[in-house]
Antibody
Framework: EVQLVESGGGLVRPGGSLRLSCAAS????????MTWVRQAPGKGLEWVAN????????YYVDSVKGRFTTSRDNAKNSLYLQMNNLRAGDTAMYYC?????????????WGQGTLVTVSS | DIQMTQSPSSLSASVGDRVTITCRAS??????LNWYQQKPGKAPNLLIY???SLQSGVPSRFSGSGSGTDFTLTISSLQPEDFATYYC?????????FGGGTKVEMK
């Protein structure tokens, strides 16, 4: 069974940092693009970043470029999102998701999410 | 960036109704269009990819159509478990973008 489990969310002050993790199981992690999508409370979905199977390509939404970095450890079946210089507008549920088949851009399995709250 | 506009933003329907949700892209995206369903407190669930391909395990009452800039998600006969919010998403180019969502509520 495919499972994605996020962790690392919490309350952080503006300007602070957090590192989110996504533990994958039930599939060959290194065969799939992975992505991060966030959802502010009561709002819609926003794509944040994605990363190629071997980590050689990464793409980000403009609002997080220079502040967020995604990475992966295929030996540990894990995906990461390092978030620096956090802002109130980054407050959201953060989901990791798997690219469907060889796709980099549509997502067939999602984690349950981890909540990031940026507040003083 | 490609803007995705969904309509309506909400609708009220009854069990058994045929429901149609539209999504318009700000530029042509060929068939690079996906649909997701999200229930409160849950992660999204992929329904349709490449505009009209049904994701494995998704009931056949869901269907998608369109190409270029105009797309449609249709639920042929609304079931109780279909009351949810639906999002379109373009996969043509980064940044990947979602529509604002359509909330399907019980009439």
């Amino acid at each position: 069974e495919v499972q994605l489990v996020e962790s690392g969310g919490g309350l952080v002050r503006p300007g602070g940092s957090l590192r989110l993790s996504c533990a994958a199981s039930g599939f060959t992690f290194s065969d799939y693009w992975m992505t991060w999508v966030r959802q502010a409370p009561g709002k819609g979905l926003e794509w944040v970043a994605n990363i190629k199977k071997d980590g050689s390509e990464k793409y980000y939404v403009d609002s997080v470029k220079g502040r967020f970095t995604t990475s992966r450890d295929n030996a540990k079946n894990s995906l990461y999102l390092q978030m620096n210089n956090l802002r109130a507008g980054d407050t959201a549920m953060y989901y990791c998701a798997r690219g469907r088949g060889g796709s980099w851009s549509d997502f067939d399995y999602w984690g349950q999410g981890t909540l990031v709250t940026v507040s003083s | 960036d490609i803007q995705m506009t969904q309509s309506p933003s909400s609708l009220s329907a009854s069990v058994g109704d045929r429901v149609t949700i539209t999504c318009r892209a700000s530029q042509s995206i060929s068939n690079y269009l996906n649909w997701y369903q999200q229930k409160p407190g849950k992660a999204p669930n992929l329904l349709i990819y490449s505009a009209s391909s049904l994701q494995s395990g998704v009931p056949s009452r869901f269907s998608g159509s369109g190409s270029g800039t105009d797309f449609t998600l249709t639920i042929s006969s609304l079931q109780p478990e279909d009351f949810a919010t639906y999002y379109c998403q373009q996969s043509h180019s980064t940044p990947l973008t979602f529509g604002g969502g359509t909330k399907v509520e019980m009439k």
